[in-house]
């Protein structure tokens, strides 16, 4: 039953650090690149979209960061400072190739920096619910069922998030 733990520590953890860094961070980063511009940027049904895509792509990502961090060395915020890296250096191949999109497309290499920083804070950031979670959430020998229930239901949107993920290196331009 540590096993349910662990997998929902992950799913939890990359949720929360999904939605607050690639969710409300990458529409603060949207906001920095259309202020930088002189832009008046608004609040769509597309903000929400960002929100909720943080999220699904952060879950799976938690989940790969609990069976990483056991292999990468030092306390939890280098781990989480190496795991962000090296998030960085495997999505940024595809991102840092394909020509920008949405608000990125005003200024391409402000988007990109601020991506960036984002993709390295997620690790910082997961790294650190972790380590609450660790903490607070209770042993899974008592509440296996909850576990297993909570660890259901956040599969299902890291699924999303992991074909978006898998979408994102499908698109490499071959140009």
Not at 106 to 128: D, E, M, Q
């Amino acid at each position: 039953m540590m096993h349910v733990r662990s997998i929902l520590i992950g799913l939890l953890s990359g949720a929360v650090a999904g939605l607050v860094i690639g969710g409300i961070g990458g529409r603060i980063a949207m906001r920095i690149v259309t202020d930088s511009l002189g832009k008046f940027p608004e609040f769509t049904v597309a903000t929400l979209a960002v929100l909720l895509i943080g999220t699904w792509v952060g879950i799976p990502s938690g989940l790969l960061f609990t069976a990483a961090r056991r292999y990468l060395p030092g306390p939890w915020f280098l781990k989480g400072l190496f795991f962000g890296i090296a998030f960085l250096l495997i999505l940024g191949g595809p991102f840092f190739l394909r020509p920008p999109t949405g608000e990125f497309v005003l200024s391409p290499v402000l988007g990109k920096v601020l991506f960036a920083i984002l993709v390295v804070l997620y690790g910082i950031v997961v790294a650190a619910v972790v380590q609450i979670l660790e903490r607070y959430l209770p042993d899974a020998d008592k509440y296996h069922v909850a576990m297993l229930v909570g660890a259901a239901l956040l599969a299902i949107p890291g699924l999303l998030g992991l074909v978006g993920l898998l979408q994102t290196f499908l698109q490499i331009p071959t140009d």
